[in-house]
């Protein structure tokens, strides 16, 4: 019953890459007023996820000095994938955009490979566990998946194409949810060592990715509301925390 709701969870993030789609019926200055909140509520979700589900549950099965280590190491892993699928697109300050779209496609990919892994981890450890994690994973997915389409039709692709190729990507979740599965069940310790990983890489995209951004925005009213939708992330997943309880 478990690989039952592993599946379930991943395939429904997955196809939360169909949240491009909306795109193509919105203007661009609501798409980006909601893309902003989208983006504050992720980032408090994420915060919330780690700091509130993920590194307790790990407290509870290591030394909290292996824990804060595994989490560095989750963090400083995002780091380096950042800088390996996004940073190195240009070269001598000319970039090739339809190779950065390939490229990128690759990068969410990967991700959304760990992820997969990282949610079969959770349930493993707890079915609320497990739903906790997929609500934070899926809370962040939304406005990736909104952003990783127009990159795509921004280098060249079909918006048909690009809907195809990033649920094909968004996809790979299930795959890393299965693996997931059989590994945590075959190599003791797995879990718990996967939560404080995956903790340290929610810690990196909230504080390095989507946290800069809500302060790019220059308008007060929308940079407040977006610091509400924050707030309401960091909440949203303390209620969740209380529910397990």
Known sequence: MTLVWIIISTLSIGLLSLAGACTLV??????HQILLSLVGF??????GGAFLHLLPESLEQ??????FIYALIGFSVFFLMERIFYWRHCHEGKCDVHAFTYLNLFGDGLH???DGLVIAASFIVSFPLGIATSIAVASHEIPQEIGDFGVLVY????????LLFNL???LTAVLGGVIGYY?????AG??????PVTAGGFIYIAASDLIPELHKEKNNLKANLAFVLFILGILFMWAMTKLNH
Do not use: D, W
């Open 26 to 31: 919105l203007k661009e200055e609501v798409l």
């Open 112 to 114: 959304n490979f760990i």
């Open 155 to 162: 280098g060249g692709f079909s918006k048909a194409k690009a």
């Open 168 to 170: 094909l990507t968004a």
């Open 190 to 195: 797995l879990a718990p060592i996967l939560l």
């Open 62 to 67: 290591l030394p909290p000095s292996s824990t």
């Open 42 to 47: 992720s980032a408090g979700a994420l915060a």
């Open 183 to 187: 590994l945590s069940t075959t190599i």
